[in-house]
């Protein structure tokens, strides 16, 4: 057993981000104060981390900030809000009060949804912050912990066709999500009015008083769909069914994707095997993986102190044993299952085994607007209020109306069409293909990603039927900078952004979401890669085995290496 030293935090002297948590009062900061001055648009200080933790983040709108600084003005603060939202269902009324909030309030007027299965609103202005945290509590819906060094929005497979044990691992979703939020009531303080409890002391038995050492992310799985992509989170539950009934869970840790351009010390990593689990034993696990991730993750190195790090440091094993020893449990050895499916959405409707009827909408970039040509978003609204069923959001950014009585079925269709949500002609490669926001919002874009996906795809298109492969797919995922929010660090083609323009490109991620891909060109053009997707993807139609996808070919073919072990091969 390697010294608890080494284990441990003590790598180095603490980052800033540990002050202001310490420093914070338990998430509170001077956020109400903040709120009150009208002098700048802004949060202050340590507020600008801290309203993180309550599911925000401040932005300014990136096309403007050159020219309102030619003027001399503050570039135009405010908040995009990430909703806490496990598995990803809401009501028909709920989704009405969103719709209503970001059409009043935000600057866009959009809803995005988001490849953590949730919504976004862009652009609410500080005097309408406080409003709009009241108007979700009233639907039932909060912000906490959607941001943060803290367990964040907890996915869990969309599958409404196998709806009871759909329904099983959602409410595991739901209780891992609210297990393991922040227990403080700054949140009900500062944004919904609640008491100041006099002599209260909050406690945080789980996060602890420092919270942990970088954001950690969990999603439950049912295999053989690996929608939420396993290897992105640090905790996975996939889900061990008997006679379709949920018995228990394969326990996966210390994956993630994010890496820095030309910091080898930053890498995407698979996530690894722990074992099963009876249900009666995930809340405990899931404490005991949490709190040795508080403990021994690096407080020192923020690009190093994700749960993925912490493994290749301390050891999968000596991790394990911590714990089955926090746990009180023994791991047991892993149940077979596979991931056979592809990772995206099957849109159109869908028959669930209880007879209802579930229609996956393809909301390009998850961004619901209405467009000139496209009234997305109020297409929506007009389907919920007429809708009985639930509105569930996906890890691919789509929006599936889920429980549709035969009945409306044909109602809803005839407003989906009307409203452009349903397109028969869409092909195979638009669906997957998926982009961050990047651009004009995101502070840390380097290129940009959601704006340029539309007609990227096209060009795409293009060549997959001048090659007579114009009904196959590749897992194409666009992200603007090398922190992955598309997860292109798990698909066939990735583009990561490297400066406006230019991108890197990866290729040998798998259909199944289980393989890392490697860099095949750095910082090249739209068009160049364009030409080198061009010239592989006829290699692809002319010379692959049957049914073999684009992302297996390019290994077999030794056009690029397969990463194995992420740390040693991706940079090798
Ligand atoms: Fe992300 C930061 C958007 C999923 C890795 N991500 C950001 C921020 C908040 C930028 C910032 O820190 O100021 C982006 C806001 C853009 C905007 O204007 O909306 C942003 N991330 C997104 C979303 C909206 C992308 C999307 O198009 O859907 C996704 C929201 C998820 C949610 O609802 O909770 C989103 N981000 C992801 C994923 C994918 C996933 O989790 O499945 C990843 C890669 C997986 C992982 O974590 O390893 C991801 N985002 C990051 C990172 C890198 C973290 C790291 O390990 O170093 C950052 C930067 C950071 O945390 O410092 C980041
Ligand atoms: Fe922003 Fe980078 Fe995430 Fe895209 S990948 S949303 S550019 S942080």
């Known amino acids: 057993m390697k010294d608890q030293k080494v284990l441990g935090q003590n790598l180095g002297s603490l980052s800033d981000n540990e002050r202001l948590k310490k420093q914070s009062n338990f998430l509170r900061g001077t956020i109400e104060q903040d709120l009150s001055d009208r002098v700048t648009g802004g949060f202050t200080g340590d507020n600008f981390q801290l309203i993180r933790f309550h599911g925000m983040y401040q932005q300014d709108d990136r096309d403007i900030r050159a020219e309102r600084q030619k003027q001399k003005l503050e570039p135009l603060q405010n908040v995009m809000l990430r909703a806490r939202m496990p598995g990803g269902i809401i009501t028909s009324m709920q989704w009405l009060g969103i719709d209503k909030f970001a059409t009043d309030y935000t600057i866009y007027g959009s809803i995005r949804l988001t490849t953590r299965q949730t919504f976004q609103f862009h652009g609410v202005l500080k005097p309408n912050v406080k409003l709009m945290h009241q108007t979700l509590n009233q639907i039932g819906i909060d912000s906490i912990g959607t941001a943060g060094d803290v367990n964040r929005n907890v996915l869990c497979t969309s599958n409404p066709v196998e709806s009871s044990l759909h329904r099983e691992a959602y409410e595991w979703a739901q ?6 939020l922040p ?6 303080e500062i944004w919904l009015d609640g008491e100041k409890l006099i002599g209260y002391q909050d406690e945080e038995p789980i996060l602890g008083k420092t919270y942990l050492p970088r954001k950690f992310k969990t999603a439950v799985v049912i295999p053989p769909h690996n929608d939420v992509d396993v290897h992105a989170n640090d905790l996975s539950f996939i889900a061990i069914a008997d006679n379709g009934k949920l018995v228990g869970f394969n326990v996966l840790v210390g994956g993630g994707l994010s890496m820095t351009h030309g910091d080898t010390k930053t890498y995407p990593r698979k996530a690894d095997e722990l074992g099963y689990v009876s249900l009666d034993k995930t809340l405990d696990v899931t404490t005991a993986v949490v709190t040795t991730q508080r403990d021994w993750g690096n407080r020192s190195n923020r690009k190093n102190s994700k749960t993925k790090y912490t493994l290749d440091r301390v050891g999968t094993d000596v991790f394990k044993s911590e714990v089955e020893k926090r746990g009180g449990m023994q791991f047991e050895v892993s149940r077979p299952y596979a991931f056979t499916e592809q990772r995206g959405d099957r849109i159109g409707w869908v028959e669930g085994i209880d007879g209802k009827h579930h229609l996956s909408l393809f909301i390009e970039n ?41 009945t409306n079925k044909l109602i809803i269709d005839k407003i989906a069409r009307q409203h452009a949500l349903i397109n028969d002609d869409l092909s195979e490669q638009r669906k997957s293909s998926m982009a961050c926001v990047s651009f004009p919002t995101c502070p840390l874009a380097m290129a940009e990603a959601e704006r340029m996906l539309s007609q990227f795809v096209t060009s795409v298109e293009g060549i997959l039927v001048k090659h007579n492969v114009g009904c196959e797919q590749i897992v ?4 603007g900078c090398p ?18 323009g230019h991108y890197n490109l990866y290729l040998g991620g798998n259909l199944e ?8 060109r750095e910082n090249i053009t739209e068009i160049q ?13 002319k010379d692959r085995n049957e049914r073999e996808g684009f992302g297996d070919f390019v290994i077999r073919a030794g056009i690029i290496e397969e990463v194995i072990v992420s740390k040693r091969d991706f940079y090798a």
């Not at 209780?175 to 393991?180: A, D, G, Q």
């Not at 979401?513 to 095949?520: A, D, L, Q, S, V």
């Open 183 to 188: 227990k403080t009531r700054a949140y009900v």
């Open 175 to 180: 209780k891992i999500s609210e297990h393991l």
């Open 476 to 479: 194409l995922r666009v992200s």
């Open 513 to 520: 979401g289980t393989r890392i891909p490697k860099i095949y």
């Open 366 to 406: 998850g961004r619901l607007l209405d467009y000139s040509d496209k009234p997305l978003k109020t297409g929506v609204a007009e389907i919920a209020k007429i809708h009985k069923g639930d509105f569930r959001i996906t890890t691919n950014q789509n929006l599936i109306i889920g429980g549709v009585s035969k």
């Open 529 to 541: 890669i364009l030409t080198e997707i061009d010239t592989l993807v006829a290699f692809w139609a």
């Open 483 to 500: 922190n992955g929010c598309s997860r292109a660090m798990l698909a066939e083609i990735g583009l990561v952004g490297k400066a406006l």
